[in-house]
């Protein structure tokens, strides 16, 4: 688990710690690509054990507000944030967190697989254990195992941990990555895009691993694809693009809510297909 | 972006449910004008034609099954379809009830008239009114006027509990009108019926544009 300061300053006074904020809160989040505002004003909460969807047309900011939840964002020269991002109570963003920490409990899964070319598929699971820590051999083989099972490609692999990750089809390469980001086990999973190069049947067993690893992990998803949002999501957030180019977040709400009565005409005319 | 294809759909069904529509009223108007003027042989067409609307409801249903399989409808488009498929069963319901008014005609047969009706009419069309009026407001997506059509089924009530004391005053005072009245008091029933089934269309359409289930008047009967 995240190991931040227990006192956050600037995280709101007496509402930082308590059980109920369990899960992600953004607060007033700001974010910049240099003097391009990408984000304004983002308040939202994502429940924990629960999967949140992002949907809005491309620049709307979901990737980058997602990518603000474990300090993705910054890595980029002349990007910067204001506001806060509370894991679970404690602010991400305050004095002294380390980012690397940071993303070992909130792991990412991004559009295309990207697997380590030159690792086995062994390897690539236990890439960030053998980074973090130095376990021993047998059981670092049980994490592997555990998070390939969880990941649900433990079957399709497990006769050849050692070739190549790379040699797998576009799904299991995506499926390995998601079993690289639950290996370190993580509290949060980003997801971006993750179902976007690969054909039905691969995104089927994707979404099928999402409504799995909801009962132990909070999901984001970011998804172009609303029926995907409609399916695998309990809370879905609309995001568009303002004027000035900075996405905002036009309706936040359950997504049987969103996909039937969405209160703003704007999330409306997107999801029903009649936007711009 | 439009999606000119889902909108071409909807609006068929959207046509298609208001020819539903006109054809169950024509149905309560003849049902009640074939009673009235004793003309059996309209009443053998009521029945016959009642084929042609259960044909239309199965259309129906089939072309929206059509649309959700292949547009992935959401939202206002998703509650249309529903919509749709609830009014369609309320419309061919409605068709039946007049159907059952021609049979009873039929059965009634070459009876000599109990009385003038002019009630039994008065029903037929504050029934048809409420009909047109809920389609109307499904058209405009009005709930003003979905809700109008739901308070004005207290009338309907009104004429019905006229009606059914005026036939119990007939057959207390003579027993052997018994036959006669309880097939006029089937009649009505069906009516009422009929009206009741266009509140109903009505509180779909208040689904339609607020997407909150209502029931937005309790009928009496």
């Given at each position: 688990?995240l190991?931040?300061?227990?006192?956050?300053?600037?995280?709101g006074a007496?509402n930082?710690?308590?059980?109920?904020?369990?899960?992600?809160?953004?607060?007033?989040?700001?974010?910049?690509?240099?003097?391009?505002?990408?984000l304004?004003?983002?308040n939202?909460?994502?429940?924990?054990?629960l999967?949140?969807a992002?949907?809005?047309p491309s620049?709307?900011?979901?990737?980058?507000?997602?990518?603000?939840i474990?300090?993705?964002?910054?890595?980029?020269?002349?990007?910067?944030v204001?506001?806060?991002v509370?894991?679970?109570g404690?602010?991400?963003?305050a004095?002294?967190?380390?980012?690397?920490?940071?993303?070992?409990s909130?792991?990412?899964?991004f559009?295309?697989?990207n697997p380590?070319?030159?690792?086995?598929?062994?390897?690539?699971?236990?890439?960030g254990?053998?980074?973090?820590?130095?376990?021993p051999?047998?059981?670092l083989s049980?994490?592997?195992?555990?998070?390939?099972r969880?990941?649900?490609l433990?079957?399709?692999?497990?006769?050849?941990?050692?070739?190549?990750?790379?040699?797998?089809?576009?799904g299991?390469?995506q499926?390995?990555?998601?079993?690289r980001?639950?290996?370190?086990e993580?509290a949060v999973?980003?997801?971006?895009?993750?179902?976007?190069?690969?054909?039905?049947v691969?995104?089927?067993?994707?979404?099928?691993?999402?409504?799995?690893?909801r009962?132990?992990?909070?999901?984001?998803?970011?998804?172009?694809n609303?029926?995907?949002?409609?399916?695998?999501?309990?809370?879905?957030?609309?995001?568009l693009?303002?004027?000035?180019?900075?996405?905002?977040?036009?309706?936040?709400?359950?997504?049987?809510?969103?996909?039937?009565?969405?209160?703003?005409?704007?999330?409306?005319?997107?999801?029903?297909?009649?936007?711009? | 972006?439009?999606?000119t294809?889902?909108?071409?759909?909807?609006?068929?069904l959207?046509?298609?449910?208001l020819?539903?529509?006109?054809?169950?009223?024509k149905?309560v108007?003849?049902?009640?004008?074939?009673?009235k003027?004793r003309?059996?042989?309209?009443?053998?067409?009521v029945?016959?034609?009642?084929?042609?609307?259960?044909?239309?409801?199965q259309?129906?249903?089939?072309?929206?099954?059509?649309?959700?399989a292949?547009?992935?409808?959401?939202?206002?488009?998703?509650?249309?379809?529903v919509?749709?498929?609830?009014?369609?069963?309320d419309?061919?319901?409605?068709?039946?009830?007049?159907?059952?008014?021609?049979?009873?005609?039929?059965?009634?047969?070459?009876q000599?008239?109990?009385?003038p009706?002019?009630?039994?009419?008065?029903?037929a069309?504050?029934?048809?009114?409420?009909?047109?009026?809920?389609l109307?407001?499904?058209?405009?997506r009005?709930?003003?006027a979905?809700?109008?059509?739901?308070?004005?089924?207290?009338?309907?009530?009104a004429?019905?509990d006229?009606?059914?004391r005026?036939?119990?005053?007939?057959?207390?005072?003579?027993?052997?009108t018994i036959?006669?009245?309880?097939?006029?008091?089937?009649?009505?029933?069906?009516?009422?019926?009929?009206?009741?089934r266009?509140?109903n269309?009505?509180?779909?359409?208040v689904?339609?544009?607020?997407?909150?289930m209502t029931?937005?008047?309790?009928?009496?009967?």
């Amino acid at each position: 688990m995240l190991k931040l300061p227990s006192t956050v300053p600037g995280a709101g006074a007496g509402n930082s710690m308590e059980a109920s904020h369990r899960g992600i809160r953004v607060q007033d989040l700001n974010a910049w690509y240099g003097r391009l505002q990408a984000l304004r004003s983002i308040n939202m909460m994502m429940e924990p054990k629960l999967v949140t969807a992002m949907i809005g047309p491309s620049g709307c900011g979901k990737s980058t507000l997602i990518r603000c939840i474990n300090r993705l964002h910054e890595v980029v020269p002349g990007a910067r944030v204001t506001g806060s991002v509370l894991l679970d109570g404690v602010d991400i963003y305050a004095p002294g967190t380390d980012p690397v920490e940071l993303r070992r409990s909130v792991g990412m899964v991004f559009q295309r697989p990207n697997p380590f070319p030159t690792m086995s598929i062994f390897d690539n699971v236990a890439a960030g254990l053998k980074l973090n820590s130095r376990m021993p051999r047998a059981k670092l083989s049980d994490v592997v195992e555990r998070s390939l099972r969880q990941a649900a490609l433990w079957d399709e692999v497990k006769d050849k941990l050692n070739q190549p990750g790379t040699a797998l089809s576009g799904g299991q390469q995506q499926r390995l990555c998601i079993a690289r980001a639950l290996a370190v086990e993580p509290a949060v999973l980003l997801m971006d895009e993750p179902c976007s190069a690969l054909d039905p049947v691969a995104t089927m067993k994707i979404e099928e691993l999402v409504r799995e690893l909801r009962e132990k992990y909070t999901i984001v998803i970011v998804t172009h694809n609303m029926q995907q949002a409609a399916r695998v999501s309990d809370f879905t957030g609309f995001m568009l693009m303002a004027a000035d180019r900075a996405g905002e977040l036009v309706e936040f709400g359950r997504t049987g809510e969103i996909f039937t009565n969405p209160r703003d005409k704007r999330t409306e005319d997107y999801i029903t297909g009649r936007f711009g | 972006m439009a999606r000119t294809e889902l909108d071409l759909k909807l609006k068929g069904l959207m046509d298609d449910v208001l020819l539903m529509g006109s054809l169950v009223e024509k149905a309560v108007e003849k049902s009640v004008d074939a009673l009235k003027r004793r003309d059996l042989e309209l009443s053998r067409k009521v029945v016959e034609e009642d084929n042609i609307i259960d044909r239309m409801r199965q259309e129906i249903e089939e072309k929206s099954i059509q649309v959700i399989a292949t547009q992935e409808p959401v939202a206002r488009d998703l509650r249309f379809i529903v919509a749709v498929l609830n009014i369609i069963v309320d419309l061919e319901r409605m068709a039946d009830h007049a159907e059952g008014n021609a049979k009873i005609s039929l059965m009634m047969g070459d009876q000599p008239p109990l009385k003038p009706l002019i009630d039994i009419p008065r029903m037929a069309a504050k029934a048809n009114e409420m009909l047109k009026n809920s389609l109307n407001a499904l058209v405009a997506r009005d709930v003003g006027a979905a809700r109008k059509v739901c308070a004005d089924d207290d009338e309907i009530d009104a004429l019905y509990d006229q009606v059914y004391r005026e036939l119990l005053t007939f057959m207390l005072k003579d027993p052997t009108t018994i036959d006669r009245a309880t097939h006029l008091l089937w009649v009505a029933h069906n009516l009422e019926r009929v009206g009741d089934r266009a509140t109903n269309i009505a509180e779909r359409v208040v689904f339609l544009v607020t997407g909150k289930m209502t029931e937005c008047g309790i009928s009496k009967y």
